[in-house]
C-alpha cells in the first residue's frame, strides 16, 4: 500500500476539522446574525441548513482551486496521466476533509441528513482519490472532476430559498434557478466533450497502462455512470426550470410568511 505524505495527512486532518467547526459553530451563529428565517427552523432543518452551508464552503474553495488548477498548471494539463500532482493533491486533499467530516456527520445526525446513496458516493470517492493521493496518478482528471462543484451552490441556495418559504415565482428563487441550470450546465454538460477526448486521448498508450487496474476502475467506470446521471438530472432540471419560465402568474418579491408574500 503506497504511503500518504505529511502534507497530504495534514491538510486532510485541518480539512476535517475546520469543515467540523464551521458546521457546529460558524454557520449556526453566522445564519443567525443575518438570516431571520433561521430562528424559525426546526431541529432537522437546521442540522441540513448548516451541513448545506459547508457543502456550499467547500464548493467554492475547491471549485476556485480547480480552475486555476486548470488555467495554469502547465505540469497536469501537459501530462494528464502522470504529471505533477502537488497542487491537484492538496485540492484533493481538503475534499477528502470534507467527505470525511459530512460522512461523520450523516452517521450522527442519521434521522435529520442520513442517506445510505450519499455514504456510498463519499466512500466511492474517497476510493478514487486514494490513487490521486498514494501514488499521484491521474491528476488532471481527478480535478477536473472537481470542476462540478461550482454547481453545487445555487443546487443550495435553491434549498434556503425552499425551506425559507419563498414561492417558486418571486424573484431571487428564479433568479437563482437560473443560475443552477446554467452553471449545471456548463460545469457538468458542456465540459464532456473536452474530458472524453482527453480521456480517449491517453487510453491505450504507455502512460495509461502503468495506472493501476483498479485505478483504471476507479476512473473510467464510475465517469460514465456519473454523467449519465447528469444528463438525466440535466434534462429533469432545465424542464423544471421551463416550466416555472413559462407558467402563468406575476413574479414576487420577497419571502412568504405566514400566508402572505413581503
Known amino acids: ?45 437546521t442540522i441540513e441548513w448548516n451541513s448545506r452551508t459547508v457543502s ?12 486555476y488548477i486548470l488555467l495554469f498548471d ?5 501530462d494528464p496521466v502522470w504529471g505533477n500532482p502537488s497542487l491537484v493533491k492538496k485540492n484533493v486533499a481538503i475534499t477528502c476533509g470534507y467527505l470525511l467530516s ?25 476510493y478514487a482519490y486514494y490513487y490521486v493521493l498514494s501514488i499521484g496518478m491521474l491528476p488532471y482528471f481527478a480535478n477536473f472532476r472537481l470542476v462540478a462543484e461550482l454547481s453545487t451552490p445555487c443546487v443550495n441556495q435553491r434549498w434556503f430559498f425552499e425551506v425559507l418559504g419563498y414561492p417558486k415565482k418571486s424573484l431571487p428563487n428564479m433568479v437563482n434557478g437560473i ?8 460545469v457538468r454538460i458542456a465540459v464532456m466533450p473536452l474530458y472524453y477526448s482527453r480521456m480517449y486521448a491517453v487510453y491505450g498508450t504507455e502512460p495509461f497502462y ?19 446521471m447528469n444528463i438525466m438530472w440535466m434534462h429533469k432540471m432545465a424542464r423544471g426550470c421551463i416550466s416555472v419560465l413559462r ?16
Open 1 to 45: 500500500m503506497e504511503m500518504f505524505s505529511p502534507l497530504v495527512l495534514s491538510i486532510t486532518a485541518i480539512s476535517f476539522v475546520t469543515f467540523q467547526c464551521l458546521f457546529h459553530f460558524v454557520s449556526p451563529w453566522i445564519s443567525a446574525q443575518f438570516c431571520p428565517g433561521y430562528h424559525r427552523l426546526g431541529p432537522r432543518h
Open 247 to 262: 407558467s402563468p402568474g406575476k413574479v414576487k418579491v420577497g419571502m412568504l410568511q405566514n400566508g402572505k408574500v413581503h
Open 56 to 67: 456550499t464552503v467547500h464548493a467554492m474553495i475547491v471549485g476556485l482551486f480547480c480552475i
Open 179 to 186: 443560475a443552477m441550470t446554467a452553471s449545471f450546465f456548463m
Open 102 to 126: 459530512d460522512m461523520l456527520l450523516i452517521c450522527f445526525y442519521w434521522q435529520a441528513i442520513g442517506d445510505k446513496f450519499f455514504v456510498i458516493h463519499h466512500l466511492a470517492a474517497l
Open 74 to 78: 502547465d505540469a497536469v494539463n501537459e
Open 210 to 228: 502503468r495506472v493501476a487496474f483498479g485505478g483504471r476502475c476507479a476512473w473510467i467506470g464510475p465517469s460514465f455512470c456519473l454523467d449519465i
